[in-house]
Every structure is written in C-alpha cells, then in structure tokens.
C-alpha cells in the first residue's frame, strides 16, 4: 500500500486507463453518497489537481455536500488487468455554466447533453491498496452516447433546465445543490 499527496506518472496512467470510477461525498449530517462516474468526464490536470465533469443525472447530492463540507473522495478500481484500487482525498471548487470559469473549462471535454457542474479536485491525499478483492470485469460498452446524452439532448436546454429545477436543486436530505443562483 502505497500514500502520498501527489500522483505519478505510473498512477497518473492507472487513472487514465480506467473506464468508471467512484465519487464519495458526506454532508456534516445526512446520507454518505457514493456515485459511478464514467464517460471521458475527467481530466488530469498536474499530480495535485483533477477536474471532472459531472452530468445530469436524477439525483445531485454530491454538489450539495460539498456546498456543506467541501471534501471528496475518488476511487478507481482495476476491473481489468493487475489489481489496483487507488483513492484519492481532497477538497473540490465547483464551477457551473452560469460561472465565467465554465467556458474555459468544459473545453477540455467533449460537449454533452446535460453538462451540470465541473468539479476541479485538488488532492490532500492518495492511497493505493491490493485491489485483489475487486472482480476481473472486461469492459464491453459505454451507455452515455446510446442512452444518457440522447435523453437529455432531446429535452434541449429549456427542457434540462426543467429538469433540474424538479429533481437537482436539493439533496435527499434537503441540502440545496448550488445549481441555481439564489
């Protein structure tokens, strides 16, 4: 098992190979979230900062935990080849399409349908483990351009942000998501 505050090239490599990974967040009181992320949301930004891509989904509860606790966890897990599960700790700046930094940051990503918020992850601390535990699971497809991008494409922007307003402004436990302006 391996600690440290920076990634390497050998990490860095890991991470970019991956196909899903996980997103953990907790409010101060509530319920702990755990989320799957995948589609090409994330890139490497240095060995301390990472920048994900968050996308519409029917639920926001990691934007409004970290409204309340900025702190994060990601997890990346090998399904395929050597073991390896790899976590990394830190605290997130959220930016939205409303902010001036949304622009200049949703360029590094492909355009989708439903792009919610950018998450721009600074690392306080990284841990790897054996990752044996973890099932050998051959990738077969992705669903986002078949499924998740069409769905929210046809609703158009009027409709997302309809969307939104209906199931993305609070959490489960009522925290609000910082999705619109107060």
Same mark, same amino acid.
């Given at each position: %098992?391996?600690?440290?505050? =920076?990634?390497? *090239? ?14 953990? $967040? ?16 994330? +890139?490497?930004?240095? &060995?301390?900062?990472? %920048?994900?891509? #968050? ?25 395929? *080849? !050597?073991?390896?599960?790899? +976590? ?10 409303? &902010? ?13 349908? *439903? /792009? +919610?918020?950018?998450?721009?992850? =600074? ?5 790897? /483990?054996?990752? $044996? ?8 497809? !992705?669903?986002?351009? &078949? ?7 046809? %609703? ?11 199931? #993305? ?7 609000? $998501? *910082?999705?619109?302006?107060?």
């Amino acid at each position: %098992m391996a600690h440290g505050t =920076k990634l390497n *090239g050998s990490l860095r490599s890991f991470i970019e190979r991956q196909k899903v990974f996980f997103v953990a $967040t907790a409010a101060e009181t509530g319920t702990v979230n755990l989320s799957p992320k995948g589609a090409d949301s994330l +890139r490497i930004l240095d &060995d301390t900062r990472i %920048m994900w891509l #968050n996308l519409t989904g029917s639920g926001n509860e990691t934007a409004g935990h970290v409204q309340r606790q900025n702190r994060m966890t990601l997890m990346f897990c090998a399904f395929e *080849g !050597d073991a390896l599960i790899l +976590r990394l700790y830190g605290t997130v700046n959220t930016l939205h399409p409303r &902010d001036a930094q949304w622009d200049a940051a949703a360029e590094a990503f492909p355009e989708m349908a *439903g /792009s +919610r918020q950018i998450f721009e992850f =600074k690392i306080d601390r990284l841990q790897t /483990s054996c990752g $044996t535990g973890v099932p050998l699971m051959p990738f077969q497809e !992705d669903r986002v351009d &078949d499924e998740l991008l069409p769905y929210y494409a046809d %609703m158009g922007p009027e409709g997302v942000d309809a969307y939104w307003r209906k199931k #993305n402004t609070t959490t489960i436990d009522g925290f609000d $998501t *910082g999705l619109f302006e107060d």
